[in-house]
């Protein structure tokens, strides 16, 4: 296909002929199914001309999607070299792509040409994710040629992500062991039962006067508790949760609440009350909220959020087998991730000692994985920075003697006795 010809062509077009030759239930899964059947009746032989059709459409299917996505770079699609990479639309759905690396890949893609486009090509068993963490770094190797800084920028992301990541999930390892010990101890001594709170609510009990943490020194409670005895009731439970509505989950306090149990109970009396089932669940939704509080819930959002996008990160791994041969550590550190958040989540919303014993567990385990599969990144990371910082100030040395010579040509030029 020629330039000229590519150009007149529509990409929606060439992307459904590819779906027709490699989509489920189309042209790649009947060939392979013929041949199953064949198999099974010892005919193999008989289809043996049709053999080179497998590989064929999924090649064809490719390069037609690869066609489609030079077009709508051309056009300006940001999400071309994504698609080019051989991302499919659906895992693109509300996908985060940075702009500045984005526009690197698409003028690459829309001069293929003249750029090599291979460090775009999406790598077996590469998530989304993975992709854009990598071509941030391969970006900045194709615009300064070169591939040390390239690789310092990408391990800078890589490591930024585990230093804002691993010593949160050591934290909620050590405090959530300690509240454990301390409620466990507690049952031992009746009627001094000491119950649990849900993680990420101690400024919530700052603020109310009832933090006891040794880990927080006097000054600082006694100034927030300050600041909340000043704060309108209103505000501050909106802000940390409603206190009275803890009582239907028979506890004091909104952080030591269970959000289920508070929901399904307030539901339960409007359900006695009279009111129908929906206006029953809108009831206990919204005191179960209001039992939260505004930081509670937020917590319980961002943590539900992460748990989902690591999952749909973990799926793009693949058969997880393969994916664990692979790499080892980076399935590990990824699946205890998706483990960890999802446990965490369900502290927040119902702490009990089995929901943070496994947000402890799993916190560990999501720490000490990620930090083993970076650690040979950490390792080599000062060398690679010392080496880029010596080609950035060799490029500043040249750009300084070219500034030079410049302003010595235009004196000369300028200087009528020269």
């Known amino acids: 296909m020629s330039n000229g010809s590519k150009r007149m062509a529509n990409p929606e077009d060439m992307e459904h002929l590819a779906k027709l030759l490699d989509g489920r239930g189309n042209l790649r899964d009947k060939l392979d ?131 804002s990541t691993v010593p949160g999930a050591f934290k909620m390892t050590a ?89 399904k109970n307030a539901g339960a009396l409007s359900r006695a009350t009279g009111a129908s089932r929906l206006s029953a669940f809108a009831s206990g939704a919204g005191t179960a909220l209001r039992t939260g509080g505004f930081w509670r819930t937020a917590g319980i959002g961002g943590s539900a959020v992460s748990t989902v996008i690591g999952a749909v990160d973990l799926v793009q791994e693949g058969n997880p087998v393969e994916a664990f041969k692979r790499d080892k550590a980076g399935y590990v550190a990824k699946a205890s991730g998706v483990a960890f958040n999802a446990s965490l989540t369900a502290a927040m919303v119902a702490p009990t000692p089995i929901t943070i014993g496994a947000a402890v567990v799993t916190g560990a385990v999501y720490g000490v994985a990620t930090i083993v599969d970076n650690w040979d990144t950490v390792k080599k990371f000062p060398g690679k920075v010392a080496d880029a910082g010596a080609w950035a100030g060799k490029k500043i040395s040249e750009g300084a003697g070219k500034l030079a010579d410049g302003a010595k040509a235009l004196g000369s030029a300028l200087n009528p006795f020269d």
Do not use: C
């Not at 041949?35 to 001309?49: K, N, W, Y």
């Not at 299917?61 to 080019?84: M, T």
């Not at 940075?98 to 090509?121: C, H, Q, R, Y």
């Not at 006694?222 to 206190?243: E, F, Y």
């Open 33 to 163: 199914e013929a041949f199953t059947r064949a198999a099974r009746l010892g005919v193999t032989g008989q289809l043996s001309p049709l053999k080179p059709m497998q590989s064929w459409t999924g090649d064809t299917a490719l390069d037609l999607r690869r066609r489609a996505a030079i077009l709508r770079a051309e056009n300006g699609d940001p999400r071309a070299a994504a698609l080019y990479a051989g991302f499919t639309p659906e895992e693109l759905k509300g996908a985060n792509l940075p702009p500045d690396a984005m526009l690197i890949a698409n003028a690459s893609v829309a001069n293929g040409d003249k750029f090599d486009t291979k460090w775009l090509e999406r790598q077996k068993g590469e998530t989304l994710q993975d992709w854009i963490d990598r071509i941030k770094g391969d970006a900045v190797a194709k615009v300064t040629n070169n591939e040390n800084l390239g690789e310092v920028v990408g391990d800078y992301i890589n490591l930024t992500a585990m230093v």
């Open 175 to 263: 405090m959530g062991t300690l509240h454990l010990i301390k409620y466990f101890k507690s049952l031992k001594t009746p009627g001094n039962v000491d119950f649990l709170k849900a993680p990420g609510t101690t400024l919530a009990q700052l603020l109310k006067g009832q933090s006891t943490s040794r880990f927080i020194p006097a000054s600082i409670r006694s100034l927030a508790a300050s600041i909340g005895s000043r704060t309108p009731a209103p505000i501050l439970d909106a802000l940390t949760g409603k206190d009275s509505f803890a009582a239907l989950s028979a506890r004091q306090w909104a952080w030591e609440a269970n959000l289920l149990k508070v929901g």
